[in-house]
């Protein structure tokens, strides 16, 4: 699972127990799934979090943030997706934008979507 992820921003070298810790997840959590991007970024006060991840023929993405208490516990709160809305998120909405202007992982995420999409994912 983890070979094919891209861990990005601050668990670029955190891998799957930085999810777990994050998440305080247990090592069950994450079975059975394909873990295809995930990001976590954070200033001085809060940090936010985009995982997203393939389980069957569905699409599942997990949005937190926290405040300074670095704990985003009880957040992970999968909800299926589809890439025509993941798509129009990055293009026409806020997806992965700060108050700074920057997308943190928008490129990433757009290769993603399009090498999902040419492997005749829908």
């Known amino acids: 699972m983890e070979s094919q992820t891209q861990f990005l921003n601050d668990w670029e070298d955190g ?10 997840l247990s090592d069950n959590s994450l ?3 394909d873990l295809l991007l995930a990001s976590y970024s954070r200033d001085a006060f809060c940090g936010e979090a985009f995982v997203l991840f393939r389980q069957g023929m ?3 993405e997990v949005n937190a943030s926290h405040d ?3 704990c985003m516990a009880g957040q992970w709160e999968p909800e299926e997706t589809l890439l025509m809305a993941l ?3 990055l293009e026409r909405g ?3 934008l700060r108050t ?4 943190l992982f928008a490129d990433e995420l ?12 829908s």
């Open 31 to 33: 079975a059975g799934i």
């Open 110 to 121: 757009r290769f993603l979507l399009a090498e999902l999409k040419a492997n005749g994912f």
């Open 58 to 60: 569905a699409l599942y």
């Open 100 to 103: 700074d202007g920057k997308n």
């Open 94 to 96: 806020r997806l992965g």
């Open 15 to 24: 891998g799957v127990e930085a999810i777990k810790r994050a998440f305080s």
């Open 87 to 89: 798509e129009f998120r």
């Open 68 to 70: 300074s208490s670095d």
